[in-house]
C-alpha cells in the first residue's frame, strides 16, 4: 500500500463528512421535485462552471484518457476529446436557448414525448439511464479507497458510492452543485501538481518525444474505423442528459454560454495533462522508474503516486476521490429520475405529487448503484465501456431530438421509429457479436465473421455506432415521407 500519513486519511474522512453535512443541511429546503432535480432553476454562471466542469471529468475521463495515452498518445486529445470540445459550443451556441424556451421541461425524454408522444419517450429514458450510470467512477472508486486505507475493492467501492449516494439522496441537484464546487477546486489543483512533479521525473515533454515520437503522432497508429468511432462519441454532447439538466436549471441563457465557454477552456487543459501524464507513465515503465501496471487505466495513477512525495500523495487521493465523487452524484440523480420521472410517472398517468416523485427517486438510487456494478463487471474495459453507453444514447435519441428543434412538421411516428430502431439494434448487435464472436486480444473487442449474400463479414463489437446511426436516421426519413401519419 502507498505510504500515506493519518492527517492525509483525516483531510479524506473529514471531506467525506462534509459532503454528506451539505446533504444533510439541504435536505430540509426541498420541497419540490424542480428543486431536488433542477435547483429550482436558480444556478448561477459560476456555480454552472463548477458542476459541469467537475460532473463531465469525473475519474470516468481519467481511467479512459489514462488508458489510451498510454497505449497511444495524443490520439486522446486530438480523436477523443477535441472533437467534444466543438460538440459542446455548437450546443451552447445552437441548442441552448431552444432548450430554454421550454421551461416546462426537465429532462430530454420529456422533449421527446412532447413532440412525438409516450413510446419514443420510454425509449429516449432507457438510453438516457444507461448512458447516465456512473460506472467509471464506481469503477474508479473501489481503487481509490484501497489505496488511502488497504481495504478491499470491493469494499472500497461501497463506502464510496455510500457517500456520494447519501449527500445526492438527501440534497439533489443543488447540493450537488455545491459540492462540485469543492471538488472543482481538488481536481484542478491535484492535477496541475501532479503534472508540475511527474513529468521532469521522466525527462520532461521534449525528453517523451525523443523517447516515444509514436506517441505523438496525431492517429495514435489506430484504425480508422476506430477513430470514426471515437469522434462519433461527441455526438453525445448535443443530447447530453448532464448538460440538459444543467440548462433547465440555469438562472439564464447567458449563465449557461459563459460556463460552456470556459468550462471547454478547462476541459481542453485537463485532457492535456492527463495525455501527457499517460505518456509520461509508459516512458516512467521503459526508464525503470514504475512497474507495468496491472491494468491501462491505472497508469496515470500509479505512474503519480510514485513520483509523489509522502503527504502530497494523500491529496492526490482525495482529489481522485473527489473526481469519482463528482460525477456519481449527477449521473445517480439522472439515472434515477429516469426511472421513476421519465417512465414510472407518465405509465401511471401522471398521477404523483412531489413528495413521491422526490421519495421516488430517491429510493431508486439503489437501482442505479446495482445496475452500475453489473455494467462494470461486464465491460470491464472503461474504453469498450464508454463506446457501448455512448451509442445507445446517440443511436437512440439524436435524430429525434434534433429534428424536434430543427424540423417543423416533424412526424409523431418518425421520432418513435427512429428512437425504437436505434435502442433495439444497439441491443441486439452488441449481444450478437457477444454471444456468436469471440475475443480478439490484439484488438481488445469481441469480433464476430461470417458470410451475408455469399460475402464475408467481419463485425467488431465497438463499431456498432457506425453502421446503426445511418439505418437509424434512414428510418426516420422512411417514416416522415411515407402518406399519412400525425404531424406535431
Known amino acids: 500500500m502507498v505510504q500515506i500519513g493519518w492527517l492525509d486519511r483525516a483531510l479524506v474522512v473529514v471531506y467525506g463528512v462534509a459532503m454528506i453535512g451539505i446533504g444533510v443541511v439541504l435536505a430540509g429546503r426541498i420541497r419540490t421535485f424542480d428543486q431536488f432535480l433542477v435547483a429550482g432553476r436558480r444556478m448561477s454562471a459560476p456555480l ?30 486530438v480523436f477523443d476529446t477535441a472533437p467534444a470540445y466543438a460538440m459542446t459550443m455548437l450546443t451552447a451556441l445552437l441548442l441552448a436557448r431552444k432548450i430554454r424556451l421550454r421551461s416546462e421541461f426537465r429532462s430530454v425524454p420529456d422533449i421527446v414525448e412532447a413532440h412525438y408522444g409516450l413510446p419514443a419517450r420510454v425509449c429516449a429514458a432507457i438510453s438516457s439511464f444507461v448512458y447516465s450510470l ?85 492517429t495514435g497508429m489506430r484504425p480508422l474505423a476506430l477513430l470514426a468511432v471515437y469522434s462519433l462519441t461527441s455526438l453525445s454532447v448535443l443530447i447530453e442528459p448532464a448538460f440538459y439538466q444543467r440548462v433547465f436549471a440555469a438562472v439564464s441563457y447567458r449563465a449557461v454560454i459563459v460556463a460552456m465557454t470556459a468550462g471547454v477552456l478547462l476541459w481542453m487543459a485537463y485532457d492535456w495533462i492527463i495525455t501527457m501524464l499517460g505518456i509520461g507513465a509508459r516512458a516512467a515503465v521503459l526508464q525503470g522508474i514504475i512497474a ?55 405509465l401511471r398517468g401522471r398521477r404523483m405529487d412531489d413528495a413521491a416523485l422526490v421519495r ?69 448487435y452488441y449481444a450478437w457479436v457477444d454471444i456468436m464472436g469471440r475475443w480478439v486480444e490484439d484488438e481488445a473487442a469481441y469480433i464476430w465473421t461470417g458470410t451475408a449474400f455469399s460475402h464475408a463479414v467481419r463485425l467488431n463489437q465497438d463499431y456498432g455506432i457506425l453502421y446503426i446511426l445511418p439505418v437509424v436516421l434512414i428510418a426516420f426519413l422512411v417514416a416522415q415521407w411515407l402518406p399519412g401519419g400525425e404531424r406535431r
Open 134 to 218: 456512473p460506472a467509471f467512477s464506481i469503477m474508479g472508486m473501489g481503487g481509490v479507497f484501497r489505496l488511502l486505507f488497504g481495504i478491499p475493492f470491493e469494499w472500497g467501492l461501497v463506502l464510496g458510492s455510500a457517500v456520494a449516494l447519501a449527500y445526492t439522496v438527501l440534497g439533489g441537484l443543488m447540493a450537488e452543485a455545491l459540492t462540485d464546487a469543492v471538488q472543482f477546486v481538488l481536481m484542478a489543483v491535484t492535477l496541475a501538481m501532479a503534472a508540475c512533479i511527474g513529468l521532469p521525473v521522466v525527462g520532461g515533454v521534449a525528453e517523451l518525444e525523443r523517447q516515444l515520437p509514436q506517441h505523438f503522432h496525431p
Open 360 to 428: 421516488w427517486t430517491r429510493l431508486t438510487m439503489i437501482v442505479s448503484t446495482a445496475a452500475n456494478i453489473g455494467l462494470c463487471l461486464y465491460f470491464r474495459n472503461v474504453e469498450r465501456l464508454w463506446i457501448f453507453i455512448t451509442a445507445i444514447l446517440v443511436c437512440t435519441s439524436l435524430v429525434p431530438v434534433l429534428a424536434a428543434f430543427y424540423w417543423p412538421a416533424v412526424k409523431r411516428r418518425a421520432g418513435v421509429v427512429a428512437s425504437a430502431t436505434g435502442l433495439s439494434l444497439v441491443v441486439a
Open 292 to 346: 507495468q501496471p496491472a491494468g491501462l487505466e491505472s497508469a496515470v495513477t500509479d505512474f503519480v503516486m510514485h513520483v509523489l512525495p509522502v503527504g502530497l500523495k494523500g491529496l492526490f487521493a482525495a482529489g481522485l476521490l473527489a473526481t469519482a465523487m463528482s460525477t456519481i452524484d449527477t449521473y445517480l440523480l439522472i439515472s434515477s429520475s429516469n426511472l421513476v420521472y421519465d417512465i414510472w410517472y407518465p
Open 48 to 77: 454552472l462552471i463548477c458542476t459541469l466542469v467537475s460532473t463531465y471529468y469525473g475519474l470516468g475521463v481519467l481511467l479512459a484518457g489514462s488508458e489510451i495515452s498510454y497505449e497511444s498518445g495524443v490520439v486522446n486529445w
